[in-house]
């Protein structure tokens, strides 16, 4: 390589010359071929779907917004919202009394959790839609045959609709338990006996400290979970739930356009989905440590700042001033 202008070459920059060498890659004959049968997969299947006769893609076009399938596309997504939010709840107090020193609340805590997960769901969900035949009556008051204050017909109070989200809510608070006491669990200890040393309660601790930092475990999961739930709410279709699955059944049985019906509501599976997969995501990325520690960070510290009230704050404001 010529000298800059200027400069006169030294016998260390000729060296140098001397020992350069160009690095190139290895040819991979393997890898392309990997790539040019995968391409041609490809091309091949979108090729046989689109020009498929059979598909009827003009019944696809014409139910995809039809309302009556928009109206289960709605029950989907209430089930699974309510459903979920629920779940979490079950799963957040199932956790704290899995990790309790009561054994009492330990196991049944670990027999909630073994039971539940330990059937399966299409199961529960039948069960749910048939208590009537175990209990036709469901009434509130004092227990062992005492009065009762109100009382309701099991069949006229466990519809379709809520005998799907008992399944699903029970069956997620399951699972979300065993999430959520993992990523409770995989906090330091330490972060624990600091928040005692400064006279925090355990309610404070867990809710200040220890969840703030969990985060970054469960959301991964959670997400997973969040997005297995709106596919498996087409189980509710054997119990005439009204979601997505069972009113895309409903039509397919009155016109026969069974494979047409299928793939509309495929498609709305895979729209919802696909929201569900970037928020998760957008949501790991936020408590993520490699993207975002400073800001965890901070939250933790100031949680575990002793006095943290209006009262502080307020002198904060005016050393702000």
Known sequence: ????????????????????????????PARWFAVLAAAFVAVWLAWTIIVNPNLHWDIVAR????G????????????????????????????????SDSPVLRTTAGAYTWFFRGTPLLVQLI??????????????????????LVS???????TGFVAALLGLSINE?????????????????????????????????????VLPQAMRVIIPPFGNQFISMLKTTSL??????????????????????????LIVASLWYLVLTTIASVAQHAVERK????????????????????????AQKRVKKGEGK
Request: charged letters at 15%; hydrophobic letters at 50%; zero cysteines.
């Open 68 to 99: 009556v399938i928009l109206e289960g596309l709605w029950v989907t997504v209430q089930l699974t919202l309510i459903s979920q939010v629920v779940g979490i709840v079950i799963g957040v107090v199932v956790a704290v009394m899995q990790l």
């Open 287 to 310: 408590f993520n440590p490699a993207g975002a520690p400073p800001a965890l960070h901070r939250r933790v510290l100031a949680n575990l700042r002793p006095g943290r009230g209006a």
């Open 173 to 209: 608070g399951a699972y979300m338990s065993e999430i959520v006491r993992a990523g409770i669990q995989s906090v330091d200890p330490g972060q624990r006996e600091a928040g005692a040393s400064l006279g925090m309660s355990n309610r404070q601790i867990l809710t200040r400290v």
């Open 152 to 158: 309701w017909q099991s069949n006229t109070l466990i």
């Open 1 to 28: 390589m010529p000298a800059p202008a200027g400069r006169v070459p030294t016998a260390e920059a000729a060296a140098d010359d001397d020992l350069a060498f160009e690095v190139t890659g290895r040819p991979r």
């Open 63 to 66: 139910y995809q917004f039809d």
């Open 236 to 261: 509710v279709s054997v119990i005439a739930g009204a979601d997505l699955m069972t009113v895309s059944q409903h039509l397919y049985l009155a016109n026969f356009e069974v494979i047409a019906l």
């Open 127 to 148: 069960f749910w839609f048939n208590l009537a035949l175990l209990f036709p009556e469901i009434s509130i008051g004092i227990p062992f045959d005492g009065p009762k």
